[in-house]
């Protein structure tokens, strides 16, 4: 098949001809802003969306950061029911902020861990214990992944609101040719069942 043929072929709503319907050039217009819609506000929205991911990210390493923490007691390893994943139990620590004043909190510990091991204890701006901050790369991955998201939803809407042109659209055909059909019917002195 030639080239020309098939640009001729996908323009077929739009030319002249008595079998083209009012419902085939509304789909083509509705199929042309679809592919605007997929090739236009998909990039935009991934960019928007990786670029959030990645500010937040950021945002979380420079609001958090890193203390070095006392284990108060030992973490048994007789234990093990209730260990983390990782064979990791929760065990208080205890803390000096930059400010000092001296604080504690409880954090993941490996299991045989003896007291007065030091220990790393990440800490929001109120001296919280928290979850470390994403690395670059992590973040880097984040930000990819949200944003190749984002344009995959956008490109699925686009597509399900076309899947839904085309129902609507097939039902008005239907109807036109049922319609039709019953004209023709009626001319040749048959009545539609």
Known sequence: MRAGTTIRRSLWRWRRNPLRRREDVIEGWVLVIVWLVVALAGPVAGVLAAHASA?????????RHS?????VSDVSSTSPATAAPGG?????????????????????VDMGTKAGSRVTVWTDSRNQVTAAPPTTTQAGVDAAFMGAASSFTVAT???AGYCGARVVLNRRRRAAWEHEWEDVASRWGHTAS
């Open 88 to 108: 990791r139990l929760d065990a208080t620590v205890r803390w000096t902020a930059p400010d000092g004043t001296r604080h504690s909190g409880k954090i993941p």
């Open 67 to 71: 203390v070095s923490a006392t284990l």
């Open 157 to 159: 809407a686009a597509a």
């Open 55 to 63: 500010h937040g990210d950021a945002q979380r390493r420079t609001e």
